[in-house]
């Protein structure tokens, strides 16, 4: 079927209230019409969310932003006119337009105009919003392919887009600018460093303590396999080691791989640079499980540009999957 006819197919199950799955540039989203408590709700049911989680909106345009924020501070236009359409979400306060089920309750929406040619016909076609978390059940691993979708999700979703991998590979950044100083809520695709840049100034990181934004708990972003933070010279030791206690074994690192890794270790990838290992993450986790592999060892890149949030989603899955 053409791609027209997909996005066409794809707003009318929206109008109905269905699901409908979508490529971004960073993860593929599971979208519903963000104005549709009962859509919502289903939404929510699917992805086994907890209610009380606030979801992201779509919008078509910074244009298209107006009608679902209360206020847009000076701060916010700034980086939306810098990022947008981009991995770059902003929490405002909503407007009247959007309903609890969206938000959890909280006055605060998450808005963000993904960079992808599929979601920008499809958000242009349903002239509304989409709300869309990412297309997986809740506390796994994101989707980076429609097949990704299929497998997590199966007959759950009413349809999926397929646009092909995801470009970026790791969620969005979201910045909280209801505060009196921007705050960074969770570290992604768009580096901090871009946005300090924009707005003249440090911005302070609020990805931890009190969970403001759900999506850094630390039980987010895991495979079944166990993930170990290793530096790379400590890589062969370590996985001779498990190997020799009975476990399956794989790695994933910058290349080049480090010299005297043991027979029976399987290399995962050997991303060229941190885009690379944004883009490949989430995948080779998947491979890992496939694979029925018990440990990852990672060596996490360094944290410049999308670095930063790579590191963040191997920390977050290293906890999630440590031995107690
Ligand atoms: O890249 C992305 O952001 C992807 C694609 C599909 O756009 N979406 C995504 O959605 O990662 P999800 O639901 O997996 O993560 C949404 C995050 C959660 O951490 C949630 O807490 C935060 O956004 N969030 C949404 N609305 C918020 C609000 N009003 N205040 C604080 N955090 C909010
Ligand atoms: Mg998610």
Redesign the pocket.
């Known amino acids: 079927m053409s791609e027209r006819a997909d996005v066409a197919r794809a707003v009318t199950v929206l109008r109905a209230g269905g699901l409908v799955a979508f490529p971004?540039e960073?993860?593929?989203?599971l979208g519903c019409d963000a104005e549709s408590p009962a859509a919502l709700r289903r939404l929510f049911a699917v992805k086994q969310?907890p209610i009380d989680?606030?979801?992201?909106v779509?919008v078509a345009s910074a244009a298209a932003m107006e009608a679902f924020a209360a206020d847009v501070p000076p701060v916010a236009r700034a980086l939306v006119d810098a990022f947008w359409p981009g991995?770059l979400?902003i929490?405002l306060h909503?407007s009247a337009r959007i309903p609890d089920e969206v938000?959890g309750g909280?006055d605060?929406?998450?808005l963000?105009v993904?960079d992808e040619p599929h979601a920008l016909a499809l958000l242009a076609a349903f002239d509304g919003a989409l709300a869309?978390?990412?297309?997986n059940r809740f506390g796994k691993v994101?989707p980076t392919t429609a097949a990704d979708v299929r497998a997590d999700l199966g007959d759950d979703v009413d349809l999926i887009l397929d646009g092909g991998p995801c470009r970026v590979g790791?969620?969005?950044t979201?910045v909280?600018c209801t505060l009196a100083a921007p705050a960074i809520?969770?570290l992604?695709?768009l580096a901090q460093g871009a946005i300090e840049k924009v707005l003249g100034a440090p911005v302070q990181l609020r990805t931890s303590g009190e969970t403001?934004?759900?999506?850094?708990l630390r039980g987010h972003y895991a495979p079944a396999a166990r993930v170990v933070l290793v530096e790379s010279r400590a890589v062969a030791a370590r996985a001779s080691g498990l190997l020799a206690s009975g476990e399956r074994v794989a790695v994933l690192m910058l290349a080049p791989a480090v010299a005297d890794l043991p027979a029976g270790l399987t290399v995962l990838d050997l991303p060229v640079d941190v885009d690379d290992f944004a883009r490949v993450l989430y995948t080779r986790l998947r491979d890992a499980d496939r694979a029925r592999v018990d440990v990852v060892l990672v060596v996490p890149p360094p944290p410049a540009g999308v670095g930063g949030a790579v590191v963040d989603r191997l920390t977050r899955a290293a906890a999630a999957t440590a031995r107690q």
Do not use: K, M, Q
């Not at 869309?132 to 297309?135: C, H, I, L, N, R």
């Open positions: 971004t960073t993860v593929y989203g969310r989680h606030p979801v992201i779509h991995p979400t929490v909503r938000t909280r605060t929406v998450g963000r993904p869309a978390p990412s297309a994101s790791v969620e969005s979201i909280d809520l969770r992604g695709a403001v934004a759900p999506g850094t």
